[in-house]
């Protein structure tokens, strides 16, 4: 059993910072990939960053220059560091990861959420 836990979401006024966390916990082989997926109200959930084993990252137009995902992979953990925070950036955050368990195959995982508020 894999899970994702989520922590660092919440209330901010536009122009903060905000910083999430990701940890992953199981009987884990590999984590391909980590990234973060936000989703609006009445809206589908969309890419924010994700960052790939090797260390390449994409970003959505939206946040780049904003956002930085980073990851500790001896801790099986990724961050988003979120500057500049605007009302437009208020959603549900999820962690994603592509993560293969021992014995099985590999396949998406997703976190719980954390809400993130931004305020004008």
């Known amino acids: 059993q894999v899970q994702l836990v989520e922590s660092g979401g919440g209330l901010v006024q536009a122009g903060g910072s905000l910083r999430l966390s990701c940890a992953a916990s199981g009987i884990i082989r590999s984590i391909n990939a980590m990234g973060w997926y936000l989703q609006a109200p009445g809206k589908q959930r969309e890419l924010v960053a994700r960052?790939?084993?090797?260390?390449?990252?994409i970003y959505a137009d939206t946040v780049k220059g904003r956002f930085t995902i980073s990851r500790d992979n001896a801790k099986n953990t990724v961050y988003l560091q979120m500057n500049s925070l605007k009302p437009e950036d208020t959603a549900v955050y999820y962690c994603?990861?592509?993560?293969?368990?021992?014995?099985?195959?590999?396949?998406?995982?997703w976190g719980q959420g954390t809400q993130v508020t931004v305020s004008s």
């Open positions: 994603n990861a592509d993560i293969t368990v021992l014995g099985s195959r590999t396949r998406d995982y």
């Open positions: 960052t790939r084993s090797g260390g390449s990252t």
